[in-house]
């Protein structure tokens, strides 16, 4: 496997999200204010996601011919079209969200909305800006 160093910490990193997917889980339980409760499963989905993006990289970098990531194909053509069409959807979905969302946030008066909306905004922007670069660089279509 390549890479000793960066195969201990991304394993290491992989189980402190997986540890803290398990104590949010049980912290969540006992908590009755929506917005803290709302936040903790945010950041307990987070690490979820961030779990799963360490397992790909890890089975991509244990591959006996590992590659740069930007150069692992899809399989077929026309799973490449399929995934980059649906990104690409995505991206016009997360737009119309953003916009919906900052329209939201100059309406409403309550602040912790406010923070709230503030935030899956920041979100949007920023899946908005990585699905563009996975486009752009892994999904470039060569028959």
Known sequence: MPE?????????????ERN??????????????????????ETQKDSEKHAM????????????DAKP??????DS????????????RHIKTEKTMIDFVEKEIKGTKDEGIKLLLEHIASDEKKHHEILQTVIKQAYKIKP
């Not at 000793?4 to 402190?16: C, F, S």
């Not at 969540?28 to 709302?38: D, E, F, G």
């Not at 990531?69 to 899809?74: E, K």
């Not at 053509?77 to 690409?88: A, F, G, I, R, S």
């Open 4 to 16: 000793d160093g960066l195969v201990k910490l991304l394993r290491e990193q992989l189980k402190v």
């Open 20 to 41: 803290f997917v398990a104590t949010v889980e049980k912290l969540i339980k006992n908590i009755h204010n929506v917005a803290a409760k709302l936040l903790l499963l």
């Open 53 to 64: 993006i360490l397992e790909g990289i890890l089975k991509v970098i244990s591959q006996e």
């Open 69 to 74: 990531l930007w150069d692992t194909l899809l």
């Open 77 to 88: 053509y026309v799973d490449k079209l399929v995934v980059k069409t649906n990104l690409e």
